[in-house]
């Protein structure tokens, strides 16, 4: 049964189909194995062993009678950011202490329409603040990958007990959210595909909100294939999200299949920055030359104003965050400390309740959206998110899909940045003009770097264009052929 961990989701919901195997028996593996683990990579927040396993009965009386959904009988993992009824939702944060919720995700509950079986919450930094894993109110998460010198790494943030779990093969998929890169940044670190769709393409109703306009629900998969699957089962319109699309959602697993041939791949120069370690640039220009090899034609671009996405994205995030969080105040839900009158009651709670990262961006938020500074910060990084998504619109008048780096590095020691919030914050420098732009981008695992660990590659698409996004992703993989493994110390 061990074994059956190890699959993809494509081919364990095949042999699910078959009757190889039974939803309740793989069910009862993935939870041995997530407890297992548990005190090795602390990458869990919650169970729940009744639901789990009532709804693997549930898939297999379906399978029983040759039904089905895209995803039937696989057990997912749900970062704590997502609703699911009755299990503990914390966002990681000691504000939301025993705070259980009476009602679903419209992402969660995509996936479980298409037959998911719900295994667990996992940690993340917390409210989604971080890129490392570390402000988890339940302590860090731990990569299953270890460094050269046998170091504990960071899983890369903030979904990392996501990541972590699919890299370990704990589960067959796992929900994330991006709102700077904490869905490509973690899988980069862990060697895993990372997806996020075009803003709306996913429900953001009952995901605990860090920046509204940023925050994009997305997959963590062991295959591109995988991601699809996974994409396709939680995208739609929903109603309950005013910033949900209405448009159709395309076959994002049939993409998978088809040619890059004669598709063109931009190359942006402002994505060589300076301190850029030679394995990153390397395993860029071998991305390049395994696209290439496979048809498409490369083209030099420009994205002008990426300089100023990782500034403009640390006034626009933390500015929503204040308004956001704002909300959490110990009265109706959470925890509550009490003082000698509602202002103290206030002041303790939040003191108590946010951890040091979130207070910051708390307080950056509030600082720049006061009187005399909105112009002056919050305006003006407004107008330089227009300006990144103007050059995301010129470039995709030349090419079919972007091709960069995922992070400016592979995974680094647990506490190693920690101390220092801009070192920290410079791990998004790839990924934060997506999210600005609101257009879909991809990790796709590229190769190892000289201490053996993973390295990914990223894919920017324009708006609504997943598709190409997940061509070339595949066409990368193909070429790639990564299949390496952490070994097993947990």
């Known amino acids: 049964m061990s074994d059956l961990l190890k699959l993809s989701l494509t081919d364990v919901t095949a042999k699910l189909r078959a009757r190889e195997v039974s939803?309740?028996?793989?069910?009862?593996?993935?939870?041995?194995?997530?407890?297992?683990?548990?005190?090795?990579?602390?990458?869990?927040?919650?169970?729940?062993?009744?639901?789990?396993?009532?709804?693997?009965?549930?898939?297999?009386e379906r399978l029983a009678r040759g039904e089905g959904g895209l995803l039937e009988g696989a057990p997912l993992a749900i970062k704590d950011l997502f609703a699911v009824e009755g299990v503990s939702t914390t966002a990681s944060s000691n504000i939301l202490k025993g705070f259980k919720p009476p009602y679903e995700s419209s992402v969660t509950q995509s996936w479980w329409d298409n037959g998911g079986v719900f295994l667990c919450k996992t940690s993340m930094d917390e409210f989604a603040m971080g890129s490392?894993?570390?402000?988890?109110?339940?302590?860090?998460?731990?990569?299953?990958?270890?460094?050269?010198?046998?170091?504990?790494?960071?899983?890369?943030?903030?979904?990392?007990?996501?990541?972590?779990?699919?890299?370990?093969?704990?589960?067959?998929?796992?929900?994330?959210t991006d709102t700077g890169g904490s869905?490509?940044?973690?899988?980069?670190?862990?060697?895993?595909?990372?997806?996020?769709?075009t803003y709306g393409r996913t429900s953001r109703w009952g995901a605990i909100a860090f920046a509204s306009s940023l925050d994009h629900p997305g997959p963590f998969a062991k295959t591109v294939k995988d991601g699809a699957m996974l994409l396709q089962a939680m995208s739609g319109h929903d109603p309950k999200d005013s910033t949900s699309l209405p448009?159709?959602?395309?076959?994002?697993?049939?993409?998978?299949?088809?040619?890059?041939?004669?598709?063109?791949?931009?190359v942006p120069k402002e994505y060589r920055v300076d301190g850029m370690p030679d394995e990153i640039e390397q395993a860029w220009q071998q991305g390049i030359e395994w696209l290439k090899a496979a048809g498409c034609e490369i083209v030099d671009i420009s994205l002008p104003h990426t300089k100023y996405a990782l500034p403009a994205y640390y006034i626009v995030a933390p500015a929503e965050a204040s308004s956001n969080l704002a909300r959490y105040d110990g009265m109706r839900y959470g925890n509550r400390v009490e003082g000698k009158d509602l202002t103290?009651?206030?002041?303790?709670?939040?003191?108590?309740?946010?951890?040091?990262?979130?207070?910051?961006?708390?307080?950056?938020?509030?600082?720049?959206?006061?009187?005399?500074?909105?112009?002056?910060?919050?305006l003006r990084a407004l107008k330089v998110r227009t300006r990144i998504l103007q050059d995301f619109d010129q470039a995709f008048e030349k090419v079919d899909a972007i091709l960069t780096p995922s992070a400016p590095s592979?995974?680094?020691?647990?506490?190693?940045?920690?101390?220092?919030p801009i070192a920290m914050y410079l791990n998004d420098v790839f990924t934060v003009t997506a999210n600005l732009a609101g257009v879909p981008a991809m990790s796709v695992p590229a190769g190892l770097d000289k201490d053996g660990l993973p390295l990914g590659l990223q894919i920017i698409t324009k708006a609504l264009d997943e598709e190409t996004m997940f061509t070339v992703g595949a066409a990368l993989e193909d070429a790639a052929g990564f299949t390496a493994k952490p070994a097993k110390w947990w």
């Open 183 to 197: 869905i490509r940044q973690p899988a980069s670190f862990t060697g895993t595909v990372g997806v996020k769709g």
């Open 344 to 378: 103290e009651t206030y002041e303790k709670t939040r003191a108590s309740g946010f951890g040091t990262e979130v207070q910051r961006r708390i307080m950056i938020g509030t600082y720049v959206l006061s009187a005399g500074y909105y112009d002056a910060y919050y």
């Open 132 to 176: 490392s894993n570390e402000t988890s109110n339940t302590g860090p998460v731990n990569n299953p990958w270890k460094g050269a010198k046998g170091e504990t790494l960071t899983p890369g943030g903030s979904s990392g007990g996501s990541a972590t779990a699919v890299a370990a093969d704990l589960c067959f998929g796992a929900t994330g």
């Open 247 to 266: 448009n159709e959602v395309p076959d994002f697993v049939a993409a998978c299949g088809r040619s890059v041939k004669g598709l063109r791949i931009g």
């Open 23 to 60: 939803a309740t028996e793989l069910a009862k593996e993935a939870l041995a194995a997530c407890r297992s683990a548990q005190g090795a990579l602390n990458a869990f927040t919650a169970f729940d062993e009744a639901k789990t396993m009532a709804m693997a009965k549930a898939s297999d």
């Open 410 to 420: 592979a995974a680094f020691p647990l506490g190693s940045k920690s101390n220092d």
